[in-house]
C-alpha cells in the first residue's frame, strides 16, 4: 500500500502552525552550528539558514522510516498519527534517530559559508532564535493557505527586526523568499540573494590549480528557477579546480530525487540512482549545492562516489591555498 499523501501532507501542515516548522527542530540543534563565530546578532544583512541544513538530519531520519513503511499494512494508521501530533509532535522523535555525522556535515557546511563570505569581506548578521523555517516544502505541495499564514508571519518578524537584506544558503529558501512571498505578503521588498551570487560577486582572486577536477550537479531550483548557474562554475574555477559537465546539467539537470522522498520513497531512490549513474560517467568527485541533493545522491551512490556540499569544497581549496603561500 502506498503512503497515504494526505496524513503525512497534514502532519507537516500541523507543525509549522502550531511549531513553526515541517519539522521542529531545539534551539541547539537549530542554532548550534554558530557556536564560536561571534556572528553579530541582527542587522540590515543577515545569512538566513531557513533551518534547512540543520533539518536534513532529521529528514534523512523520517525517510528512512517511511521507506520501511512504503506498502506496509501500517500506512492504514498514519490518520491516528496525524491526531497524535497534534499533541505530541511525533516528527520531534525523528530528530533523536538522526545520523550524528550528518548533523556534523550541515553544521560544518554553514560555518564553511560563513567563513567564505568573510573571506570576501562581506559583513552580515546572524538571527539566532528569532529566525524561523521559510516554508517550503508546504509551498511546493500546494498548501497556499498554510504557507501563506506563514509567510506573513516570518516576514513580519523580519520587519520588525529591521532585516533590510537575506544571504540565503540554499535554493529552496532562496527561492522562497524571491518568489514566493513576493506574492503572499504585500510589499515584501526585502532584498534576496543566495550566497553563491555574492561570492562571485566578489570576483575572488583566482588560485593555483590544485590538480583536482569536480562534477558539478546543479540543483534544479538554483538552476531553472533561480538562474544560480554559472555563479558556482566560476567560484570552482576561480579556486583552481577543473569543472566537469555530467549529462543533463545546468538549466537541464537532472533531479536527485528528494522532492518525493517523504512521499515516495522506491521512486525517489529510482531517480537518485540514474543520476548517480551520468554523473559516475563523468568522475568520482562530485559538487553539489543543495542539502537535498547532498544526502539523496549520498544515499544512492554509497561507496561509488565522492560527494561534496560547494561550500566545503570553497572551503577547502582556501584553507590549501593558504597552507602553500
Known sequence: MPLPIAPILGIFADNLR?????????????????????L?????????TGHVYQMIPAIDA???QMALLENSFLTRFFGIGRLMNKFVSLSFFMGLTASSEKM??????????????RDAGVEFGYLYEEELYAGALVYDDGMDETFGHHARRVAERLKKLGVRRLLT?????????????????KDFDIEVQSYLEVLAQAHPKAMKPVNGEVVVHDSCVYARYENVCDQPRELLRA???????????????HCCGGPLESLFPAEAHRISGIRVDQLEAKGKNVVTMCPFC?????KAAGDRLVINDIATTLASCRRQASSCS
Open 18 to 38: 502550531k511549531r513553526d516548522s515541517v519539522l521542529p527542530l531545539s534551539k541547539k540543534t537549530a542554532m548550534g552550528w554558530a557556536n564560536g563565530l561571534n
Open 294 to 298: 547532498w544526502v539523496n545522491l549520498n
Open 62 to 64: 523520517m525517510a528512512s
Open 40 to 48: 553579530p546578532r541582527g542587522g540590515k544583512t543577515v545569512i538566513y
Open 104 to 117: 556534523r556535515h550541515s553544521n560544518q557546511v554553514l560555518r564553511d559559508i560563513v567563513g567564505l563570505l
Open 239 to 253: 579556486a583552481g579546480l577543473s569543472v566537469r559537465e555530467p549529462e543533463l546539467s545546468g538549466k537541464s539537470t
Open 169 to 185: 544558503v540554499d535554493p529552496h529558501t532562496t527561492k522562497m523568499f524571491r518568489q514566493a512571498y513576493p506574492h503572499f505578503v
